[in-house]
C-alpha cells in the first residue's frame, strides 16, 4: 500500500523495524537454536527405518491414539462447557472459569496425583469403579485422562474467548431471518469463532503430545500399554542415550509436520483470495 | 552520570569476586546416589555436618542409571554411590570417575512388599503369579529392576513355583518405575498389590500400608554398593572425608540401621576395570 508522500513514510517504518528485529533476536535464537542442535545430532540417514522398531512403533502409534482421542473428547465436551462461560451469567461463573485454568500451572506431577486420588483403587471413586468391574489406574484409559486433565483447558479458555468475540448481532440477524439456533450455531457462531476454536484443539493437542508427569504417575510406564513417547523418550535415556535422541527427533518432526498442516489448512480457509 | 559509572564500576568489582576478601572457610560436597541410599545418607550427612565446621553435603537422590547419564552430560558431581557394579562400571566408562578409588560399602537385599490394602491378599512367592494382581518393578535400567529380574530367575530354575513363573510374574506388571522408591511409593498408596523393592525400602516403609513376604536367601539377590569419586572434583579432600566416612564405624551402623548389609572390614577392594 503505497501513500501519496509514500518515500517518508515508508523508510520511517523500515527504521522502526530494526531496533525490534534486534531485540527479538535473542528470542528467536533461543528457541531455534535447541530444536537444530537437536536435529543435527539426532539427525542419521537410517532414521526412518528405526520407526518400525516394536518399542519405538508402539510409543509412536500410542501417542498418537490417545492424543488424537484426547483432542475429540476436548471438543467434544468443551465446547459447551466454553459456549457456557462465554455466553451466561451464572453465581460461581468466577470460580469455574478460574478452576479451569488449574490444572495448566499445576505441576503435571501434582494433577496425576490428583487422578490417582481420584480414580485409583484407593481414590475417591474406587469403590464404585471395583463394583463395576472397572479398573483405571495403569491403563489406556489413564493415559486419556490424564492428557485430557492437563491440556483440555487450554481449548475451552481459547473457546470461551473465541465464543465471547462473536458478534451478538450477527446471531440475532439470522435468527430475525428464521434460522434455529442449532443452524445459527453452526452457521453463523461456529465459523466466526473457528480460528480460535481451531487454535485452541492445536494447543490442546500439542500439550497432550508432551504429557509425561500426570501419565507416568496415574498411567504407569508400560512399553505398548501405557508408555507413550515422552515415556519412551525419558526411560530410554537411562539405556541407550542415542536412542533416546533418535525418539525426541522423531516426536520434534512429527509434531512439526502436524502443526506445519494444520496452520497451512487454516491460512487457506481464512487469507487465500 | 559520573556517579552512575562509578556505581557500576563498583558493582562490576565486588560481583567478580577475586577481591581479595576472605572467604568463610565452607567446603561443599556434592554427592549424587542411588535413590535407595536417601535414608542412610541424610543422617550420616547430618552427623559429619555436626562435627565439621564448614562443611556442608548436597545430594542429588535418583536411579543409578540417571546418575550415569547426567554424568555423562557433564553434571558437576564430587561423589557417586549406586546401586551395582554394572552401573558403576557404566560411570567409570565415561571417563569422569577416577577408577582407582571406587570402593564398595555396602550390600542390600531385596523384599517382596504387598499393599495391606490389597483385596487380593497375597501370602506367598507364588501368589505374584495369580492373574490379575498389579505388580510394580523397577524398570529394566535401574539396578532395582534388573535385581528383581534376576530374583524371578532365580525362583523358576529352582523349580519350585511352577514352570514360566518369571513369565507369569512379568504379565503382572502394570508398571515399570524410574526408581526403587517410585515402586515402594505406589505400593504404599495402595494401588498395586506387591512390588519388589529393597530390604532397606520395605524397613522404611510406614509399616502399616504394607507387609513383607519373605524371601528365602536361596533365592534372594545380594546388591553391592560402590562409591567412588569424580575426577574434576574441585574439593577432593571434603570428597574423600565423605566416602571415607562410608566405611567408617560410625557411616556403617548407620547404613546397618536402615538396614543394609555392612561390609567387613578385611573385604578386598572391588576395583571396576
Given at each position: ?14 527504521r522502526?523495524?530494526?531496533p ?40 509412536i ?11 475429540v473428547?476436548?471438543?467434544l ?31 503435571p506431577a501434582?494433577?496425576g496425583l ?10 475417591i ?21 490424564a ?98 535422541l ?12 502436524v ?12 487469507f487465500?483470495? | ?16 569476586g ?28 547430618n ?34 554411590a ?10 567409570v566408562?565415561?571417563g ?10 555396602a550390600?542390600?537385599?531385596?523384599a ?36 528383581a ?7 523358576e ?19 515399570y ?44 539377590v ?49 576395583t571396576?576395570?
Amino acid at each position: 500500500m503505497e501513500l501519496k508522500n509514500g518515500t517518508a513514510a515508508t523508510s520511517k517504518s523500515e527504521r522502526r523495524v530494526i531496533p525490534i528485529a534486534l531485540a527479538s533476536l535473542p528470542i528467536v535464537l533461543f528457541i531455534v537454536l535447541p530444536l537444530t542442535a537437536l536435529v543435527i545430532r539426532a539427525w542419521s540417514p537410517g532414521i526412518f527405518t528405526r520407526l518400525v522398531e516394536p518399542d519405538v512403533a508402539r510409543a509412536i502409534s500410542l501417542s498418537i491414539t490417545t492424543t488424537l482421542l484426547t483432542t475429540v473428547l476436548t471438543v467434544l465436551f468443551g465446547t459447551p462447557a466454553a459456549l457456557l462461560l462465554s455466553r451466561r451469567r451464572f453465581p460461581g461463573r468466577k470460580l469455574l472459569d478460574t478452576l479451569f485454568d488449574l490444572p495448566v500451572v499445576l505441576p503435571p506431577a501434582v494433577a496425576g496425583l490428583a487422578l490417582l486420588m481420584t480414580f485409583g483403587r484407593r481414590g475417591i471413586l474406587g469403590p464404585l469403579l471395583t463394583d463395576m468391574n472397572t479398573e483405571i489406574a495403569f491403563t489406556q484409559t489413564a493415559v486419556v485422562l490424564a492428557q485430557l486433565f492437563v491440556s483440555s483447558p487450554l481449548y475451552i479458555r481459547a473457546a470461551t474467548a473465541g465464543f465471547a468475540a462473536v458478534d451478538r448481532e450477527l446471531e440475532q440477524a439470522a435468527a430475525l431471518d428464521g434460522a434455529s439456533p442449532t443452524n445459527v450455531f453452526w452457521k453463523v457462531t461456529v465459523p466466526l469463532a473457528l480460528p480460535s476454536l481451531t487454535g485452541g484443539a492445536v494447543m490442546t493437542w500439542a500439550r497432550a503430545l508432551g504429557e509425561f508427569g500426570a501419565t507416568i504417575l496415574f498411567a504407569g510406564n508400560f512399553p505398548g500399554r501405557t508408555q507413550t513417547m515422552p515415556l519412551a523418550i525419558y526411560m530410554g535415556f537411562e539405556v541407550d542415550f542415542s536412542s533416546a535422541l533418535t525418539l525426541a527427533l522423531l516426536l520434534l518432526l512429527i509434531s512439526f509436520t502436524v502443526l506445519l498442516v494444520v496452520k497451512g489448512l487454516l491460512h487457506q480457509r481464512y487469507f487465500s483470495p | 552520570m559520573p556517579f552512575r559509572i562509578l556505581l557500576l564500576m563498583l558493582c562490576i568489582l565486588l560481583g567478580t569476586g577475586e577481591s581479595g576478601l576472605p572467604r568463610p572457610q565452607s567446603r561443599e560436597v556434592i554427592v549424587y546416589a542411588a535413590a535407595s541410599l536417601s535414608g542412610a545418607f541424610q543422617e550420616i550427612a547430618n552427623e559429619l555436618a555436626a562435627e565439621s565446621q564448614g562443611l556442608h553435603i548436597a545430594f542429588n537422590f535418583a536411579g543409578s542409571q540417571e546418575i550415569v547419564r547426567q554424568l555423562e552430560q557433564g553434571a558437576p558431581a564430587d561423589v557417586i554411590a549406586l546401586a551395582s557394579m554394572d552401573h558403576m562400571r557404566a560411570a567409570v566408562r565415561t571417563g569422569r570417575v577416577d577408577s582407582s578409588t571406587v570402593r564398595i560399602f555396602a550390600h542390600n537385599m531385596l523384599a517382596v512388599i504387598v499393599s495391606s490394602e490389597s483385596s487380593r491378599h497375597l501370602a506367598t512367592l507364588s501368589d505374584l503369579a495369580t492373574p490379575g494382581a498389579r505388580i510394580v518393578l523397577a524398570g529394566p535400567a535401574v539396578p532395582a529392576g534388573r535385581y528383581a529380574v534376576q530374583f524371578l530367575e532365580k525362583c523358576e530354575e529352582s523349580g519350585k513355583f511352577g514352570r514360566n513363573f518369571k513369565q507369569h510374574v512379568l504379565k503382572n506388571v502394570v508398571s515399570y518405575e524410574e526408581n526403587v522408591r517410585a515402586v515402594l511409593g505406589k505400593v504404599e498408596l495402595g494401588e498395586c498389590d506387591a512390588g519388589i523393592v529393597y530390604e532397606t525400602d520395605a524397613k522404611s516403609a510406614d509399616s502399616a500400608s504394607i507387609r513383607e513376604i519373605p524371601i528365602p536367601v536361596e533365592f534372594n539377590v545380594t546388591a553391592d554398593y560402590p562409591v567412588a569419586l569424580i575426577g574434576d572434583a574441585h574439593d577432593h579432600m571434603s570428597a574423600l572425608h565423605f566416602a571415607i566416612e562410608l566405611r567408617s564405624a560410625r557411616g556403617q551402623s548407620i547404613l546397618q540401621r536402615h538396614g543394609f548389609m555392612t561390609v567387613p572390614a578385611s573385604e578386598p577392594d572391588e576395583t571396576a576395570h
